[in-house]
Each structure stands twice: as structure tokens, then as C-alpha cells.
């Protein structure tokens, strides 16, 4: 089925109440729309992530003897989602990462820093800093600050 860009002044698929093309437009990703109008979202991947993609791939074929599927998981070998996550908050533990931090990951999926702010929806964006909010009001080391405007939260 072809898909088309969504127009800038549709809504925001990220329910921000904004039109798209003050939104989301130029965040490194782009939305696409079918003729069913079910919306995707597109991202552009990097030569080297092709190049992984295609390895794992090949990976694929060499051990069940056909092209993956779109029911397949590609990387059929990695350990369970949880498991990642898991191992995930564990090295960000070690690295020494705010706690809030990697409780607004283990809430959202989501690692917010200041160099990719730009690149997230604003919604969750928002959704990501209640969650840093919501920990350190828990932990009573909130200040007044991060109180207000939830800045102050990057690592």
C-alpha cells in the first residue's frame, strides 16, 4: 500500500493538539499516511543500522532457511524485552544516572537527554518529565525548581 506525507497542518499523531507541522515536522522522523489513513511513523536510519539490520538479517535466513517474515522477530536471538530493560537499568545504575532518570525510563522507554529533546514528541516529552517529577517528589529531593517546570532532569 503507497503512502503519502502527512499534510503540516493535520494534527499532531502525537495528540499534542498541534498541527503536525508545528509539532513533530522536524524531529528526525516523519509521519506517513496510507490510503486506509492509518498514520506510521517513519524514521530514517543510519548506514551503519542498515548495515546491522541486514547482518541480522542474513542471521535470520541461515537459520530457518527463509526471508524474515512481518510476524518475525528479526533479532531472534536477543534475550526477552524485560531482560533488556532489566540489564539496561542495571548499567545505568552503575554509570552512576540519576535515579529519576532511570525511573522515567523504566516508566516511559524513553532516554531523554538534552541532545535529543529536540527529536521527542512534546507529549512525551511531558509524559517523560512527570515521571522524573513523580520520583523525586517520592524521594523528597525535589526542588522547587523541577517542581515548576520539570527542567533539570537531563544526564
Not at 524474515?68 to 552503575?94: C, S, W
Not at 525510563?105 to 512527570?130: C, K, M, P, Y
Not at 520539570?150 to 544526564?155: H, P, Q
Request: aromatic share 10%; charged share 35%; with cysteine.
Amino acid at each position: 500500500m503507497s503512502k503519502q506525507k502527512l499534510r503540516p497542518d493535520a494534527p499532531c499523531p502525537c495528540e499534542s493538539g498541534k498541527p503536525y507541522g508545528r509539532c513533530c515536522y522536524d524531529k528526525g522522523f516523519e509521519y506517513l499516511v496510507d490510503e486506509d489513513g492509518t498514520v506510521f511513523k517513519a524514521t530514517p536510519v543510519s548506514d551503519e543500522l542498515a548495515e546491522a539490520l541486514e547482518e541480522q538479517k542474513q542471521r535470520f535466513i541461515e537459520k530457518f532457511g527463509r526471508e524474515p517474515g512481518p510476524d518475525d522477530n528479526l533479532f531472534f536471538d536477543a534475550p526477552p524485552l524485560e531482560h533488556m530493560e532489566h540489564y539496561m537499568v542495571q548499567a545505568m545504575e552503575q554509570a552512576g544516572i540519576d535515579p529519576a532518570v532511570i525511573f522515567a525510563f523504566e516508566q516511559t522507554g524513553l532516554i531523554i537527554t538534552e541532545e535529543n529533546q529536540h527529536l521527542v514528541s512534546d507529549r512525551d516529552r511531558a509524559e517523560w518529565e512527570a515521571a522524573v517529577l513523580k520520583y523525586r517528589a517520592r524521594h523528597c529531593d525535589a526542588t522547587e525548581e523541577d517542581e515548576e517546570d520539570g527542567e533539570n532532569a537531563w544526564f
